[in-house]
């Protein structure tokens, strides 16, 4: 039996699903490839540039912390890479190129590592940058390009939609390819559903906090969003323009920042939904989906203590 | 319609098809018994031999007068040559006594066969549980005896034969299902009697279709037993997820299966009761499954109570460099730290596995992405109940009801940051009771 005098023992269970965190922040980035893949189609190589210097900004970052602090170097989980893209995603194509450098070391130093780093920051790193940028550089964040061009202009469908801008409002098929202008990353639906659709199937996100957030877009838009009177306005539109389906399948979903619960994060979608709506229309921004997510992610923690499942064999009180 | 189930759950490892096709095969008795007095969740029975005694195979070497409680019987003729602690492979270390056999197997003479069912009655049958040694054999070892008796006001509805075997590699179910089916469906007959009930379920996975087909094909127009085939996760075969599944009633919080008129017994301890009422020889034997990748042989054999792991897995043979052994299931089972336990009445299985096969990797932090709160199958929110349990937070743990933790260990199979969660669930759970009782 000498064979057997070197075992190990450990609780069970003594079997592990293989499931892993790197894998998912890996199929997060590889889900976000056609919309990467469409930016730099519709914006030129200056988006890729973005995107690259705003990864690398956020890993070099993260490595530089972790080695600091003492801590064990893991730029490899992807979960930085995640932060950088969709930090880069969010930027327009105009932008001064040290800004996504700016924005990714705030993400990460400030936003993610300061607070404890992954799994510890109570904002979504990417969108808290986004916040802050917006409010540091509100001009270079807000001078949006229309694909295929080579000049500035300040209209998105969303401002022309709400007053704020004069234009012609582009068609739903621009919209849904993402023909339109915005910021690099959120202009394709297409894209985005696409990469929405793969990591649902690969069971990364949860269908409820998109669902409860583009459903909530649909209904109050509807409701509320035509100037002839309730009922008259055009929900497909609000679905479609804007940073709506980058934020509801990829940050929203963000696991550090939303409910652990199922009525949760049904309940953070509806609510992010609702405040993202709230600016759109009576907001001095024409767009809300950053701020909605951001006010969720704050709410995360009680949305979670209000509601704990029933547990099997009890009643609801 | 889908199959029936419960909510929650997760696909584990099965590798059933390892030792499923293996027929039960008795492995000749070892040179040595260690037999722990104590194989019953309840009061511990008190040795009724002393050593230099010669004792005969079925006969009761401990016994007590506790109600919550089973005899112990000798599993191999020969002296009894040592009373003292030995380690069980529950983990501890356990008054035991240590038999060496003549190598006769002489059954002792006034062991007899039970009159017919019809002939007994539900108090005869019962006291002829305890008689028998009979303790669940799932793992669980409660008296069997106890388990049929209602407490006062309460009542029997429906048996349940739990056939899910839902834990991996574990195939000593399926085939006690195939080849003693006369047993199983006798059985439960007898457990039908002495719970007085008129119906029964007999829940089998439906990963074991043959077993399924042929229960059916035996019990034919029987009235009363049902088949039952049940989706495929784990954890089926816990019995409040069982009970959920067969019927859609949940067992209360804290409460017992007969709070929902359920009786719940595996089919092993089902066939068992029924090989004993046939013959009268007690449980001194099990079918247990050897299985993992480091058994040459693996298989399901039919082996004598006491008989230590180490003896049956030089009979099956070792390769490869050997790294865990586990009693039981690989998600509920135990880890042994020697091969020197022996096979108690709960030994399910004998798992060897490989050093490529056991899993390594440093937790990392949880990044909250809720898997765990997905598959627990009591739908507790592992991930806060291991954070209070860490920061001590035990009022907290209670109120999110850690006690209602069934330990199946979806939380941790399932954690993508490879987090302890059902262990430090476990250790939480110690905590909260000890504070109760501290408060009393």
């Known amino acids: 039996m000498e064979k057997l005098d070197n075992l190990v023992v450990s609780s069970s269970p003594h079997l592990r699903s293989g499931a892993d965190v790197e894998k998912m922040m890996w199929h997060v980035n590889l889900a976000l490839l056609p919309a990467i893949l469409l930016s730099v189609y519709f914006f030129g190589f200056r988006a890729l540039a973005i995107i690259i210097l705003s990864i690398a900004a956020a890993v070099v970052t993260e490595g530089i912390i972790q080695k600091a602090t003492g801590k064990e170097v893991l730029i490899a989980d992807g979960s930085a890479v995640v932060t950088g893209l969709l930090l880069g995603l969010n930027m327009p194509v105009h932008v001064p190129l040290w800004l996504p450098v700016i924005g990714s070391v705030f993400a990460i130093a400030v936003v993610k590592q300061a607070f404890g780093g992954l799994g510890s920051n109570f904002m979504n790193p990417a969108l808290a940058a986004r916040a802050a940028m917006l409010a540091a550089w509100p001009v270079h964040m807000t001078s949006y390009a229309v694909p295929f061009v080579d000049g500035i202009t300040h209209a998105t469908p969303l401002s022309i939609l709400s007053g704020a801008a004069h234009g012609e409002l582009p068609s739903y098929l621009d919209l849904f390819i993402g023909n339109v202008g915005g910021v690099i990353g959120e202009t394709s639906a297409l894209a985005l559903l696409a990469g929405g659709v793969y990591l649902f199937v690969k069971g990364v996100i949860d269908w409820r906090t998109p669902t409860g957030f583009l459903g909530t877009v649909f209904i109050l838009t509807w409701i509320f969003g035509g100037n002839a009177g309730l009922f008259t306005g055009d929900p497909l539109y609000h679905l479609l323009a804007g940073g709506l389906m980058l934020g509801a399948f990829y940050m929203a979903t963000d696991y550090v920042t939303s409910p652990v619960t199922k009525k949760g994060r049904l309940l953070m979608g509806i609510g992010a939904g609702a405040i993202t709506v709230m600016i759109r229309l009576w907001g001095g921004y024409p767009e809300g989906v950053t701020y909605g997510i951001l006010l969720m992610n704050i709410a995360t923690p009680l949305l979670d203590r209000y509601t704990v499942p029933r547990i099997y064999g009890t009643v609801r009180k | ?440």
């Open chain 2, 1 to 440: 319609m889908g199959r029936l189930t419960f909510q929650g759950g997760v696909h584990p490892i099965y590798r059933k098809e390892i030792t499923n096709d293996r027929p039960i095969t008795p492995i000749p008795a070892p040179a040595q018994v260690i037999i722990p007095l104590q194989q019953n969740i309840g009061a511990p029975p008190e040795p009724l031999v002393a050593v230099g005694d010669l004792v005969k195979v079925g006969q009761k070497i401990a016994d007590t007068e506790a109600f919550v409680s089973a005899p112990v019987h000798a599993s191999v003729s020969g002296k009894v040559v040592a009373i003292e602690n030995r380690l069980s492979p529950i983990g501890k270390e356990v008054p035991a006594v240590v038999i060496e056999s003549d190598g006769q197997a002489i059954p002792l003479e006034d062991l007899q066969p039970y009159p017919a069912l019809e002939e007994m009655s539900p108090d005869d049958l019962r006291r002829a549980m305890r008689e028998g040694g009979l303790v669940g054999m799932g793992g669980a070892m409660f008296p069997s005896h106890v388990k049929v008796t209602a407490p006062q006001g309460k009542k029997f509805e429906l048996v349940i034969i739990n056939g899910s075997e839902c834990e991996g590699f574990l195939t000593c179910d399926h085939r006690i299902m195939l080849e003693w089916t006369d047993d199983v469906i006798y059985g439960t007959r007898a457990l039908m009697k002495v719970t007085g009930v008129e119906k029964a379920y007999i829940g089998v996975e439906a990963n074991k279709q043959d077993a399924i087909d042929i229960l059916r094909e035996k019990l034919g127009a029987e009235e009363g037993i049902e088949v039952k085939p049940l989706e495929v996760k784990y954890p089926q075969g816990a019995e409040k997820q069982l009970i959920k599944a067969l019927t859609g009633r949940e067992v209360p919080s804290g409460g017992l299966p007969v709070d929902v008129g359920c009786l719940v017994q595996n089919v092993g301890t089902t066939a068992t009761f029924a090989r004993y009422l046939k013959t009268g020889m007690p449980l001194v034997d099990r079918v247990v499954t050897v299985s993992g990748s480091s058994v040459k042989n693996p298989g399901n054999y039919l082996v004598k109570i006491g008989t230590s792991f180490g003896y049956i897995l030089d009979y099956c043979g070792i390769i490869g460099e050997p790294k865990k052994l586990i009693s039981g299931g690989p998600m509920m089972g135990v880890a042994q730290i020697t091969p020197e336990v022996p096979v108690v009445k709960g030994t399910s299985g004998i798992l060897l596995f490989d050093k490529k096969d056991v899993p390594v990797g440093e937790a990392r932090p949880c990044v909250r992405c809720g898997k765990c709160v997905d598959v627990c199958p009591v739908y507790l929110l592992p991930v806060y109940l291991m954070d209070y349990t860490l920061k001590g937070m035990l009022h907290r743990a209670e109120e999110y009801h850690i006690l209602d933790c069934i330990e199946c260990g979806c939380c941790s199979y399932t954690c993508p940051s490879r987090r302890p969660l059902v262990q430090t669930i476990r250790m939480g759970k110690a905590d909260v009771l000890a504070r109760r009782k501290k408060r009393q």
